[in-house]
Every structure is written in structure tokens, then in C-alpha cells.
């Protein structure tokens, strides 16, 4: 079992930043590929950003690429997504989840990748 708290979430204008982070506990951290998905009202949960176990490879969507970061401390069992330039329609609960991986390198990107999940916490951005 993994267990996953977020942390970071709040109101912050358009054009602000916030520093989301997820802290874990339970097994390895390391053996887990990371990643931030977010569900907005009335939406689907869409993939945010990812990053491998070594935190040597990230990916992001589309919709955030150059403006969010995700990135990893295995020492501190804590990923991270900074998320700069905000948009209104960032507006969502960010959720992080890991993926239990074979190789140190790979990303997941596709939810049903992610066998443990966060509660989640908020972000809006008002415009």
C-alpha cells in the first residue's frame, strides 16, 4: 500500500503560481512512477503530468506544457508540480497518483496506469 496526501492547493489570481506536493508513505517510494492528474466540475479526470521513477523523464499534457513542472525528491518520498502562468481554467482538484513500474525510466500517462491515488486538493484561479 502506498498512501497519498496533497498539499499546496488554494485561490491564487490569474498569472500566479502555486507549488502542489504529495507526500507517501508505505512502500518504496521509489519503485513508483508519479503522476498529477486534475478533475474539474462537470469534467472528466484529465492527465496533468508525470514523471519516472528516477525523475529523469517527465511528460506533460498539452495543455500545460511550459507552464507546469513536475519533478521528484525519493529522498523526501515527495512529488512536486509547480504550476506558474495560471489560468481560470486550471481550476480543478489536483490529484497525484502512483504507478508501479518495472524500469526506472518510464512515464505513465494513462490513469488506469495508477493503482494509488491521493484525496486531492484544490486550485482556483480567479480571473
Known amino acids: 500500500q502506498v498512501h497519498l496526501v496533497e498539499s499546496g492547493g488554494g485561490l491564487v489570481q490569474a498569472g500566479g503560481s502555486l507549488r502542489l506536493s504529495c507526500a507517501a508513505s508505505?512502500?518504496?517510494?521509489?519503485?513508483?512512477?508519479m503522476g498529477w492528474f486534475r478533475q474539474a466540475p462537470g469534467k472528466e479526470r484529465e492527465f496533468v503530468a508525470a514523471?519516472?521513477?528516477?525523475?529523469?523523464?517527465?511528460y506533460y499534457a498539452d495543455s500545460v506544457k511550459g507552464r507546469f513542472t513536475i519533478s521528484r525528491d525519493n529522498a523526501k518520498n515527495t512529488v512536486y508540480l509547480q504550476m506558474n502562468s495560471l489560468k481560470p481554467e486550471d481550476t480543478a482538484v489536483y490529484y497525484c497518483?502512483?504507478?508501479?513500474?518495472?524500469?526506472?525510466?518510464?512515464?505513465?500517462?494513462?490513469?488506469?496506469?495508477?493503482?494509488?491515488w491521493g484525496q486531492g486538493t484544490q486550485v482556483t484561479v480567479s480571473s
Open positions: 514523471v519516472s521513477r528516477s525523475g529523469g523523464n517527465t
Open positions: 497518483a502512483a504507478a508501479p513500474v518495472d524500469t526506472i525510466v518510464v512515464v505513465a500517462v494513462g490513469s488506469y496506469e495508477y493503482n494509488y
Open positions: 508505505g512502500r518504496t517510494f521509489s519503485s513508483y512512477a
